[in-house]
């Protein structure tokens, strides 16, 4: 079975929302890198309210999607996986509650989860995962699309 992974691109400020990984065990290719807030599907959930639902554990803030932007498919973890343009709405950035701020030790080769708001011109200079969508989303950047 293939698993559904949702994603958001959220501006905020002369930035993006991004989740800054530290210290990560379990990856022995990158122990720090950047990422957009996201995760697996539920079941019964869309797309769309996957990533609010998501954005919402992971930054304690409220997000409208407008539209999909990128999807890509990984045969190496076997998912497929939809990156959404976001607004922000409201609620105050950085006070996400979901599993991976628990000290759950299911987590615990996870490494910290840090919240980060990511100016425009920083963007291209940092490790943000999946690099294919990183190319994709700083070329959009450039040219204004986003």
Excluded: W
């Amino acid at each position: 079975m293939e698993r559904i992974r949702v994603a958001g691109i959220i501006p905020m400020g002369d930035g993006y929302a991004l989740m800054h990984r530290v210290g990560v065990i379990k990856r022995k290719d990158y122990q720090e890198y950047y990422t957009f807030p996201g995760g697996g599907l539920e079941e019964g959930e869309t797309l769309e309210d996957g990533v609010i639902r998501e954005i919402k554990e992971e930054f304690g803030i409220n997000v409208e999607v407008i539209k999909k932007l990128y999807e890509m498919e990984s045969e190496k973890f076997n998912q497929k996986e939809y990156f959404f343009l976001c607004k922000y709405i409201d609620g105050k950035f950085g006070t996400g509650e979901g599993p991976e701020f628990s000290n759950d030790p299911k987590y615990i080769d996870s490494g910290k989860y840090i919240p980060e708001i990511i100016s425009k011109e920083k963007v291209k200079e940092i490790i943000l995962l999946p690099t294919e969508i990183k190319d994709k989303f700083v070329q959009d950047i450039k040219s204004g699309n986003i």
